[in-house]
């Protein structure tokens, strides 16, 4: 079954920390999205990626394939990082059908 | 450039009613996408268009769901004789092409059953 499954599923950060969110997938993928919904609001992409790394500001998004894992990393996170991370795969073979895991609630304090 | 819009922003029905939610892509994007998010939930697919035609419908629920893109540009979801359950954010999203292209998403359609 394609599963895509994300940790933690709540996390609170203090200004400043460093942040993790992991994302794990069951079965071969051709692309891995990372995506940002604020309350109330629309889903932003953040990232888009196949291999590797990609670092864009203060996020940085890595994916090992044969792991099949992602994790999406906020350096110096800010209250305004406050938001639900959204990890998100093409499976192989499934088109451009993307399967979305269940999100992180990410809570920055002060 | 704009964005993706949806419309209506809010959509409150009565069960049994028919509803229809609308999506209007980024220019010259060929690829549209509907999804479904329930409450505390990730988005779920229905539906993706690549021009006028539905490349993969294997997300619609049940026969009450249906969506049309007759100019490869704006797209309806067509819900029929709707129930509580379909109460959620539809969300619609649209891509330069299919394949591995970013997806950028609308702000969403809520959706109310009473």
């Known amino acids: 079954k394609n599963e895509v499954e994300q940790s933690p599923q709540n996390l609170t950060a203090q200004e400043g920390e460093f942040i993790t969110i992991n994302c794990s997938y069951s079965v071969g993928i051709s692309a891995l999205h990372w995506l940002q919904q604020h309350p109330g609001g629309g889903i932003v992409s953040l990232f888009m990626l196949s291999s590797g790394k990609k670092k864009h500001g203060r996020l940085i998004a890595t994916i090992n394939i044969q792991e099949k894992h992602s994790s999406l990393h906020i350096t110096a996170s800010h209250p305004r990082d406050s938001a639900v991370y959204i990890c998100?795969?093409?499976?192989?073979?499934?088109?451009?059908?993307?399967?979305f895991g269940t999100g992180t609630r990410l809570q920055v304090t002060l | 450039g704009a964005g993706v819009s949806q419309t209506p922003s809010n959509k409150v029905t009565e069960k049994g009613k028919y509803v229809e939610l609308r999506c209007d892509p980024i220019?010259?994007?060929?690829?549209l996408y509907w999804y479904r998010q329930s409450l505390g939930q990730g988005p779920e697919f229905l539906i993706y268009?690549?021009?006028?035609?539905?490349?993969?419908d294997s997300g619609l629920p049940n026969d009450r769901f249906f969506a049309v893109r007759p100019e490869g540009s704006v797209s309806t979801l067509k819900i029929q004789r709707t129930e509580r359950g379909d109460s959620a954010v539809y969300l619609c999203?649209?891509?330069?092409?299919?394949?591995?292209?970013?997806?950028?998403f609308g702000p969403g359609t809520r959706l109310t059953v009473l």
């Open positions: 220019s010259g994007h060929t690829a």
């Open positions: 268009f690549q021009g006028t035609g539905a490349a993969d």
């Open positions: 999203a649209s891509s330069l092409s299919g394949g591995p292209y970013t997806q950028y």
């Open positions: 998100a795969v093409r499976f192989s073979g499934t088109a451009s059908k993307l399967t």
